[in-house]
Nanobody, 126 residues
Framework: QVQLVESGGGLVQPGGSLRLSCAAP????????VGWFRQAPGKEREGVAC????????YYKESVRGRFIVSYDSDRSTVDLQMYKLTPEDAGIYYC???????????????????WGKGTQVTVSS
């Protein structure tokens, strides 16, 4: 397991954009799958995006496809989630998670991930 730290959450108006970052101090994501999840009050945690470093695979929850972009920033050693056209349904706590096995494959299922950050709040409201 590794320590993951999310940043970039905040308040944004509907239709706005926000960029989240996930860092792992002292660690690089070179060979691991990293996912972004979110959890709204009263709802289960759901996967929204995942990126595989070695295989360069990228996966999205259908409802965010075309609005969210997940990417790996090798200079900053972060996995970022750029979110556009946000709606109130996108609000929640966003978590970064990693599968710390070499050449791990992506998943949008929480049970596949063994390392989690503490989350960052995203609020979409006018």
């Amino acid at each position: 397991q590794v320590q993951l730290v999310e940043s970039g959450g905040g308040l944004v108006q509907p239709g706005g954009s926000l960029r989240l970052s996930c860092a792992a101090p002292g660690f690089t994501f070179d060979e691991y799958a990293v996912g972004w999840f979110r959890q709204a009050p009263g709802k289960e945690r759901e996967g929204v995006a995942c990126i595989e470093q070695s295989w360069l695979g990228i996966y999205y929850k259908e409802s965010v496809r075309g609005r969210f972009i997940v990417s790996y920033d090798s200079d900053r050693s972060t996995v970022d989630l750029q979110m556009y056209k946000l709606t109130p349904e996108d609000a929640g706590i966003y978590y970064c998670a990693a599968i710390t096995e070499d050449y791990s494959h992506c998943s949008l299922e929480t049970g596949a991930f063994n390392s989690w950050g503490k989350g960052t709040q995203v609020t979409v409201s006018s």
